[in-house]
């Protein structure tokens, strides 16, 4: 049984903008390489070669991809465990146990910040888990009950 829980719809929002900007720096290149083109009287294929190439990361980066992000990323948080859910290809399922959280934090860049999201990550002794893109207050929300449920976890051992 997959976990419930999405992330927010703004995530597609704010992975698409994230998209736009990884695809404008691309174009920039492409029209760099066309002007170096006309001006060394290079191949015309290399620009059409590139400027396909461009296209088709534009649609990946911009459209396909964060839906299908979205789509794919879930995650449940229970007393005992966190259950994550992500990935394009290949789905990844992670169980973090309580009794193995280190410490819980909310994150914002300029673009969730923008649009009321926030990361929580969630550090253990080997690596850090990340569930991205929640409204704020749910973020908030969730890094305070995994912060109460992990140090009530300690006080148990």
Sequence with gaps: MEPENRISNK?????????????????IIVIAV???TILFDWPYWIIGALSIISIIQS???IFLM???KWKRWRYEVRNTDIDIQSGILV???TLIPMVRV??????????L????LASVEI???ATMHVIPALDLAEADELRRYISRMASVEEEDV
Excluded: F, M
């Design 59 to 61: 649609y990946l980066s």
């Design 11 to 27: 995530a597609l929002t704010v992975w698409r903008i994230s998209g736009i900007i990884g695809c404008s720096i691309t174009w």
């Design 66 to 68: 964060p839906l299908v």
């Design 91 to 93: 789905i990844k399922r």
């Design 34 to 36: 066309l002007v170096l």
């Design 123 to 125: 550090s253990t002794a």
């Design 102 to 111: 280190q410490h819980v934090e909310t994150k914002q860049g300029p673009l």
């Design 113 to 116: 910040r923008k649009y009321d």
